[in-house]
């Protein structure tokens, strides 16, 4: 059984930094990209980050791009976004999710995903 | 990016009627190479994490009931509940993965 565990949120004031965490299990880790998905708050999806499978691509947000940085431990299943100079607006619930594929050149669909861990950006 | 819009926002259908959900591109995801449309729908419930129900447009993810089917090419596609069922309420989002992926704003379905 595929299991995504995020973790790492929590409440952090504007201009911090914090490092999400997702542990993955139950599938070949480093056989597939994956990625951060955020859901402000009675909002809607939006795509973070992905890397691919090892992690010779990864891609970023125009919203985020320069702010967070996304990379992956294979030997430990893990995947993380290290979330820098954090706005207001960065508060939401933040999913891991696996994707179909590698991810050599593009990515693809969103076959499984984490609980969410929150993340709130407040003074 | 491609921009992503769904019709409606919200809507609200009797138990064992059918629901229709319309996805919209700002530009063409089928691949003519491959000849596919570069799209997944998704379900998600009240407090849970998306769900994926079809890939590939019209590709249904193992476990998915039959009552949903997705269609459409190019720009415009459809996801429809034939006969809605209880379980079923959730919003539901399109997205594509042509390019950088990017997600509809949702749509909202409810029991009438």
């Known amino acids: 059984e595929v299991q995504l565990v995020e973790s790492g949120g929590g409440l952090v004031q504007p201009g911090r930094s914090l490092r999400l965490s997702c542990a993955a299990s139950?599938?070949?880790?480093?056989?597939?990209?994956m990625h951060w998905v955020r859901q402000a708050p009675g909002k809607g999806l939006e795509w973070v980050s992905g890397?691919?499978?090892?992690?010779?691509?990864?891609g970023y947000a125009d919203s985020v791009k320069g702010r967070f940085t996304i990379s992956r431990d294979n030997a430990k299943n893990s995947l993380y976004l290290q979330m820098n100079s954090l706005r207001a607006e960065d508060t939401a619930l933040y999913y891991c999710?696996?994707?179909?594929?590698?991810?050599?050149?593009?990515?693809?669909?969103?076959?499984?995903w984490g609980q969410g861990t929150l993340v709130t950006v407040s003074s | 990016d491609i921009v992503m819009t769904q019709s409606p926002d919200s809507l609200a259908v009797s138990l064992a009627e059918r629901a229709t959900i319309n996805c919209k591109s700002s530009q063409n995801i089928l691949s003519t190479s491959y000849n596919k449309n570069y799209l997944a729908w998704y379900q998600q419930r009240p407090g849970q994490p998306p769900k994926l129900l079809f890939y590939?447009?019209?590709t249904r993810q193992s476990g998915v009931p039959d009552r949903f089917s997705g269609s459409g090419s190019g720009t415009d596609f459809t996801l429809t509940i034939s006969s809605l069922q209880a379980e079923d309420v959730a919003v539901y989002y399109c997205?594509?993965?042509?390019?950088?992926?990017?997600f509809g704003q949702g749509t909202k379905v409810e029991i009438k």
């Open positions: 997205q594509q993965y042509y390019t950088t992926p990017t």
């Open positions: 590939w447009a019209s």
């Open positions: 139950g599938f070949t880790f480093d056989d597939y990209a």
């Open positions: 890397i691919s499978w090892n992690s010779g691509n990864k």
């Open positions: 999710a696996k994707d179909s594929e590698r991810g050599f050149g593009e990515f693809y669909y969103f076959d499984y």
